[in-house]
């Protein structure tokens, strides 16, 4: 017997899709408001991040989203 055949006696296996296209919507959209709502200096700082080989970054400018902004 195939898997499909599997899924095809479940009841309200329908609902599984719809759910999961909805949550990735839901988060594409807040991160993309979250993206168009963030200051530039904020992710600049976020970029430099891997590029940075003392700790200082971490250490000495422990800012939040919101002191950034």
């Given at each position: ?29 807040g991160v ?19 590029l940075n ?17």
């Amino acid at each position: 017997m195939k898997f499909i055949n599997y899924l095809e006696n479940i009841s309200g296996i329908g609902f599984y899709p719809l759910a999961s296209l909805m949550i990735f919507f839901v988060f594409f959209i807040g991160v993309t408001i979250f993206i168009i709502n963030g200051s530039k200096e904020y992710f600049n700082t976020l970029s430099q991040l891997p590029l940075n080989t003392d700790n200082s970054a971490l250490t000495s400018n422990d800012q939040t989203y919101e002191e950034v902004k």
